[in-house]
């Protein structure tokens, strides 16, 4: 990490990395600049050049300008710089811009914060090895690269050897290049400084020189590695065995109509013991977080629903106009016969008008109920047949007819339990009987309050089992007022047995419809294979088609697991290798000088 300046930056990444080359000597390699395109795209396409070491710096330059401009400004982009040669493993190094405190030439007011946080970007990571080049000149303690790397050094010897700051990782004392001086008179020179300088040729050798701080990073980088092979080797074998999996559930190619009809009943059985466990035996697994495909609690709902409703309505409430129907009735029926005789005739007027007032609830319920089965249905045939999206379009039809055709014959069956309710008084249930006493025991209080005529008469009176009810309009009818009460008490008693008798019925009928959907299966595999055979078999040959999507998916896990496994095999090679390595890890075998090469570019 640099130390200072007011230059042109932008940060530079050098990655070293393998070339093909036959011959087994080390090779010069190849250079190559270039400049990113985000977030500030160049004018032009990216400049790549080609060069030797000694003609990085202008190269260098000249790109650093192009991104950043020629007033002392900073960018973001990083520079790359490509270092190739053959037998070399990937090694990236990340040059930062040196911390300026003063703007100067039109550099932003902030650029201290602007390149402080980007050096904290670098260097924040774990696995991150920090070098920072200090002047020998500088006081070490009040060092800023020091204090930001958090690693909180009069002569370079005291300040080397006494190590009045922890830095960590220690000091390595090297010498820059000077001018135009090439990579190996720089590296001559620095040999002869440290032999031949009267105070530096007293610092211990195994803290000087270029070479020494390319080792001492390469057995770094090594000993990093090594301890994050686990955690590789883990999460190869994690992505690894996830991709197997996901390969393993695609379907397979089929190349025949017998392989495909094969693949369709699996399909159709699959699909129907997901919806018994759905629709039938309240099970959920495979749907823990999806209330919509919790088949048996919907059902629940729905049937409560209906009820609340039923119960809601103002056919339900004995209080409405209370005796007013009756009597009205009671009057158009009147006959030549015994008095106090109820005609049938008239509570069937009354029963055939309530059963009317309440009929669209029972329809409103089984279309509701039905539009819940098919989304049920489609959504686990979908589910099932994903892998054969041809297949899809088909059995989404055939499904939405088979449904149709059973919504069709529940509402016709709904439709005659409707009409018989309208058309027949009878009930077997003894509470009939027994909800029709207590509530004719009410009708002294009634007749007594109806016939109060003093001043103090009650406009209301509260009856049990029916509510407060308004009387004054009532007095009129004094003649009908005993068989209206009676008719009315009888059709409030009835009423009751009729909603439940609704509810029941329906839950019933609900229950064996689902049964016929989902455990006569060959009723339901007929619809469906008749709409997607058809006569010519057009709809299982097209699961013969594999879908593009499909295939390109395929190819990409096979490349994977592929290179998945090698890199598994390379990682178990390495792991083999540095445990049988008694010192150093095996890894540690990395050519120096393209290392060197590198760190007298930066440096």
Not at 4 to 29: C, F, H, I, L, V
Not at 446 to 458: T, Y
């Amino acid at each position: 990490m640099g130390g200072g300046g007011g230059k042109t930056a932008t940060p530079s990444s050098s990655n070293a990395m393998k070339m093909k080359n036959p011959n087994t000597q080390p090779s010069d390699g190849v250079l190559a600049v270039v400049p990113h395109l985000e977030p500030r795209p160049l004018a032009s396409h990216p400049l790549i050049v080609s060069s030797y070491n000694d003609r990085i710096r202008p190269i260098h330059s000249s790109a650093t300008e192009e991104i950043a401009g020629r007033q002392k400004g900073i960018s973001n982009p990083p520079l790359t710089l490509m270092v190739k040669k053959d037998g070399v493993p990937d090694l990236t190094m990340v040059d930062l811009p040196g911390i300026t405190r003063v703007p100067v030439h039109g550099q932003p007011e902030n650029i201290y914060k602007q390149i402080s946080e980007m050096i904290m970007e670098y260097i924040r990571p774990e696995e991150s090895i920090i070098l920072n080049v200090l002047s020998a000149t500088v006081d070490f303690s009040t060092c800023e690269s020091i204090r930001m790397s958090q690693m909180a050094p009069e002569g370079l010897l005291e300040k080397v050897t006494a190590d009045d700051v922890n830095i960590g990782l220690g000091y390595v004392c090297v010498r820059n290049q000077i001018g135009d001086e090439t990579y190996k008179e720089a590296r001559m020179e620095e040999a002869k400084l440290s032999d031949t300088h009267p105070l530096l040729s007293k610092i211990d050798k195994t803290i000087v020189g270029i070479p020494v701080l390319s080792e001492k990073l390469i057995w770094i980088q090594a000993t990093i590695v090594a301890k994050c092979l686990p955690e590789i080797v883990r999460k190869i074998n994690e992505k690894l065995s996830n991709n197997v999996a996901e390969l393993d559930r695609m379907p397979k190619n089929l190349s025949t109509i017998a392989e495909a009809m094969t693949a369709f009943m699996q399909i159709m059985g699959s699909a129907n013991d997901s919806l018994k466990k759905i629709l039938l035996r309240g099970e959920y697994d495979g749907y823990p977080d999806d209330k919509q495909m919790h088949g048996t609690a919907r059902f629940v709902e729905m049937l409560n629903c209906y009820a609340d409703e039923l119960h809601r309505s103002t056919e339900s409430d004995p209080r409405m106009k209370f005796l007013m129907e009756e009597i009205a009735v009671l009057e158009e029926s009147k006959g030549i016969g015994l008095p106090n005789f109820l005609p049938r005739m008239a509570f069937l007027t009354i029963l055939h008008r309530k059963v009317n007032g309440i009929s669209g609830e029972p329809f409103k319920f089984m279309v509701k109920l039905w539009d819940y089965i098919e989304v049920v249905v489609i959504t686990v045939l979908m589910n099932h047949s994903e892998i054969y999206p041809p297949l899809q379009a088909r059995m989404r039809r055939a499904a939405q007819n088979l449904i149709t055709k059973m919504k069709e014959r529940a509402v016709s069956r709904v439709r005659e339990i409707i009409e018989m309710e309208k058309f027949t008084g009878y009930t077997c249930d003894p509470e009939y009987i027994s909800k029709w006493n207590k509530l004719m025991a009410e009708e002294p209080k009634f007749l007594k309050a109806i016939n109060n005529e003093g001043d103090l008469r009650p406009s209301t009176v509260h009856l049990e089992g029916i509510g407060s009810i308004e009387i004054d309009h009532l007095r009129q009818y004094k003649q009908l007022l005993q068989q209206a009460y009676d008719l009315k008490m009888r059709m409030t008693a009835y009423w009751k047995i009729v909603l439940r008798r609704l509810v029941d019925t329906l839950a019933m009928f609900l229950h064996f419809n689902v049964q016929v959907l989902v455990n006569r299966e060959m009723e339901m595999e007929m619809e469906i294979v008749n709409d997607i055979i058809g006569p010519q078999g057009g709809g299982l040959a097209r699961m013969l088609e594999e879908s593009p999507s499909v295939g390109v998916k395929r190819e990409k896990l096979k490349r994977s697991i592929k290179l998945l496994q090698k890199s598994a095999d390379i990682v178990a090679k390495i792991m083999e290798d540095c445990y049988q390595c008694s010192s150093r890890p095996v890894v540690l075998q990395f050519p120096v000088d393209i290392s060197e090469s590198v760190l007298r570019a930066f440096l």
